[in-house]
């Protein structure tokens, strides 16, 4: 079964600081991988979507690059700003779009 | 397009009762999915569909039914609820199962089983 780990768990940055979120899955038979963010009580927006053939994608300040023989994906934040702070979410698909989730980053960006 | 959209917000039930979460999309997605989310463990698929007419069981189906008679809608069914039901539920669409399909997710239902 797939297990997808994500550190750390919580990460606390001042504004402007550029930060890397990590993300690690055991099975690299994956379709795509998947960036999302959460806000408290909010649903899930996906950010930035690697596809299997891909190495990296990019949107604005963000950053994903994707290792599959090696199980790891990193989420590269440039200049952060407090309204970053939110839970990010990885998650891998094998298949059909059904999704592999990590518990996530809760990251805080102090201003 | 109001994109993916779940009813109710919030619901308290107690164990044994019965209800039905909602879930509609208008973008006229083949593939949806719901998913639980609970603290320290992720979200967990629990069923997802195809298309109209076609639904499969996902990581955690046991307690919950689905159906799928149109393309909008993808209700999730507890059938005799229980304390370990106790969760946020998320609906998500897609239009396809393609490489490049991101997916889409409502605001979510928190569920509470007394």
């Known amino acids: 079964k797939q297990e997808v780990t994500q550190i750390p768990a919580a990460l606390s940055v001042p504004e402007g600081e550029n930060l890397v979120l990590n993300c690690s899955f055991t099975d690299s038979a994956i379709y795509n991988l998947q960036w999302f963010r959460q806000d408290p009580g909010k649903g899930l927006t996906s950010l930035l979507l690697?596809?299997?053939?891909?190495r990296e994608q990019t949107s604005g300040r963000l950053n994903a690059s994707l290792d599959k023989s090696s199980g790891r994906s990193t989420l590269y934040i440039a200049a952060s700003q407090p309204g970053d702070s939110a839970t990010y979410l990885c998650?891998?698909?094998?298949?059909?779009?059904?999704?592999?989730f990590g518990t996530g980053t809760r990251l805080t960006v102090i201003p | 397009n109001a994109g993916v959209t779940q009813t109710p917000k919030f619901q308290v039930l107690k164990t044994g009762q019965s209800m039905t979460l909602q879930c509609a999309q208008d973008?006229?997605?083949?593939?949806m999915s719901w998913y639980r989310q609970d603290p320290g463990m992720g979200l967990r698929l629990i069923h997802y569909s195809v298309g109209a007419g076609i639904t499969d069981q996902g990581e955690v189906p046991n307690g919950y039914n689905v159906s799928r008679s149109t393309t909008e809608d993808f209700p999730l069914r507890l059938l005799s609820a229980a304390p370990s039901q106790t969760s946020v539920y998320f609906c998500?669409?897609?239009?396809?199962?393609?490489?490049?399909?991101?997916?889409?997710f409502g605001p979510g239902t928190r569920l509470l089983v007394l």
């Open positions: 998500a669409s897609s239009y396809g199962q393609g490489k490049e399909e991101t997916q889409y």
């Open positions: 998650a891998v698909s094998p298949g059909a779009n059904n999704l592999f």
């Open positions: 973008m006229n997605h083949e593939y």
């Open positions: 690697i596809q299997s053939s891909q």
